[in-house]
């Protein structure tokens, strides 16, 4: 993307006054994007409405609602992007805004599972595409002519015989006042002009600008703050509280004993946190307070229970790795670790005699509406849920814990509050990626075959620690994957790609230790496993083979993989959320330590919508599985979280990220996810290239508790396993 200047007179130029209000043009760092223009919902109110996703006013702006929560995953942009490709209107006349929570309306209104576009992506471009429809046959019927003898383009209907054209704006009475038409063609992929190019975000000046669009940000007359005194230790249970002290702090309101936690409520933040520390809460035992000596306990005996759920097994496991002439063994373990979004928890309740008014960041908020409506036993109908942006989810923000406890406490106290989580509320608060501990096993062949397979893991509070059908199943002949769990009073939750944010390292780690055990370079001897599955498939196969040979053959060109004097390239390519991304690391040695060079990273997520936030998207993963791989862990110590802040949990440093390259195929399908695929191979690309720099392999994370970290020679690796 290029770099351009633009003048105050091009800047004024390309500013609007429209009846929704002044709307900016805006045109920073890209020469490539039309202006985005940014509004809110009273800015719609002089449209009309042709579906729930799209209005149009007589002056040509089109409003297009954007009904999913917008966490930084660019879909604000994205989805308005895809209306706005169908509905053939010119983006610079698009005003973007953030839809309410509306069931009736909108269909999934979710943010989580790299799901929102692959739901929507139909749905999106029939809403566009049956306007478009309408103002044509609008158009043809003010002409008289024949509606095939009219096209569309840049916000305005075209007689192609005359030339005669109307913009959007001066047809919208009349189109809007025809019968919605059902089965509407949509363009053909060739025809795209806004789809697969890269569009700035729509968000980017209000952000830059410091504009308030956060769950902190909201504001509304008459409220006032909350903050929770919670339990030390997952645990335990308050047993006494004196709040005297508390109380008498100068703009403390109220405070508040309700479920396991005290609320501080007043009118500034400082007087609530000064109060806060001043509460005198006692707390006891209220189940076992584990520390993380327990689980590495728990971890080796549950590996070797006999009560383990089996999850896929194919052939007959015990004679393949009898008669093996080869069997290769290994055990990696990562610890929990928290979401650490930018902004905490927090969340604005109002309850009242005739409804309940919630606003904040949530991923899920039909969701949060549905948890408030059972706590206060209030019909979903009497309570709307507005969203605003969400600094960070990743995951923590599909729980609801923090939205009940906001409209619980505005029920006791008959005001309207904002809940707010400090830091160190938000990390040791809970809903932890789990902590787990995998066991492989490989029999090999005299061939070098991979003829059986065994993966048993073991979470901590995981659901589900494998991902049965996921590759290498399928691909051999014998194969068992297993998994124990152990319940513990530590809550866990989704984080970013679930399960798989782990696990794909490990099991890329492991086939990389299995291809050297076989005598194969690692790339070749994946690609003779997917050949394998692909000609020969035992079982079920969930995965798109040829997808995954497709990125696997083309980050191995970008990469010029094996053939770089001085720096160890490892491989990783990895299937999750209905897509697939295939990475090589390129690492070198300074003084005595690994250092991640660069990373080049290959994506099949179908059509990709917008070029720059798919890019965004598959960086923004890639760094954030570097990040929590080389530096983060929550350790327990009595039940109580020993890290509670970023002083001592690490997270990656602007200095530490590498290089990237991005690749997309282009395979002419839907669109299948990319807010989490491009995050679980990287760990496995990263780990095998410190191997092959180094050779050392590391099998748990975070990799700077390992030894070629701290200065000890290589091969004194505390967490490897003998075979």
Known sequence: MSTVNKSRRAFLRNSLLTTGGLMLGFNWLSAEAAPAIIGNASGAASGLGFNSFLSIATDGTITIFSPNPELGQNILTSFPMIVAEELDADWKNVKVVQAALDTKAFDRQVTGGSGAVPHSWKLLRN??????????????????????????????????????????????????????????????????KLIGKAVKNVANKDITTGKPLFGLDFRRDGMVLAMLQRPPAFGTKIKSVDDAAAKAVPGITHVVRFGNNVAVVGKSTWAIIKARRLLNVEYEKDGALESSEDHDRLFKTLLDSDKATV???????????????????????????????????????????????????????????????????????????????????????????YVTEAAELSSIIKAPV???????????????????????????????????????????????????????????????????????????????APITNFLAFAEQSFLDEVAQAAKKDPIVFRLELLGKAKTAPVGAIKYDIDRMIGVTKLVAEKSAWGTKKGVGQGFSVYFSHRSYVAQVADVVMQNGKPVVKKIYAASDCGQVVNLSGARQQVMGGIVDGLGHAMYSKLTFKDGAPQENNFGSYRLIRMTEIPEIETYFVDNGIDPTGLGEPALPPTGGAVGNAIFKASGQRLRSQPFVDDAIFNGKPAGVNKTARPA
């Open 127 to 192: 809403a566009g595409a049956t306007a478009r429809h309408m103002l044509v046959q609008a158009a043809a019927q003010k002409w008289g002519v024949a509606v095939d003898e009219c096209t569309t383009g840049e916000g305005f209907v075209v007689h192609t015989k005359t030339g005669r054209k109307l913009g959007y704006g001066e047809l919208a009475e009349d189109a809007a006042k025809l019968p919605v038409p059902k089965d509407v063609p949509l363009k053909d992929r060739k025809d795209f």
């Open 311 to 401: 999850r896929r097994k194919d052939g007959d496991v015990a004679t393949a790795f009898s008669t093996a002439a080869k069997v290769v063994r290994a055990e990696y373990q990562c610890p929990f670790i928290a979401h650490s979004p930018m902004e905490p928890m927090n969340f604005f309740a109002h309850v009242r005699e005739d409804g309940v008014e919630l606003v904040g960041p949530t991923q899920t908020p039909a969701a949060a509406r549905t948890a408030v409506s059972k706590l206060l036993n209030i019909s979903e109908e009497k309570i709307t849920v507005e969203m605003t942006r969400l600094g960070g989810g990743f995951g923590r923000r599909l729980k609801t814990d």
């Open 418 to 496: 904002k809940l707010i989580w400090s830091r160190e509320d938000d990390m040791t608060g809970g809903s932890y990626r789990p902590a787990v501990r995998y066991r492989f096993e490989a029999a090999l062949d005299a061939s070098g075959n991979m003829i059986g397979y065994k993966l048993r893991g073991v979470g901590i509070n995981s659901g589900n620690p494998t991902r049965e059908d996921n590759f290498p199943s399928g691909a051999v002949p014998h194969l068992l994957i297993d998994s124990v769990e152990h319940a513990s009073p530590i809550t866990t939750g989704a984080w970013r």
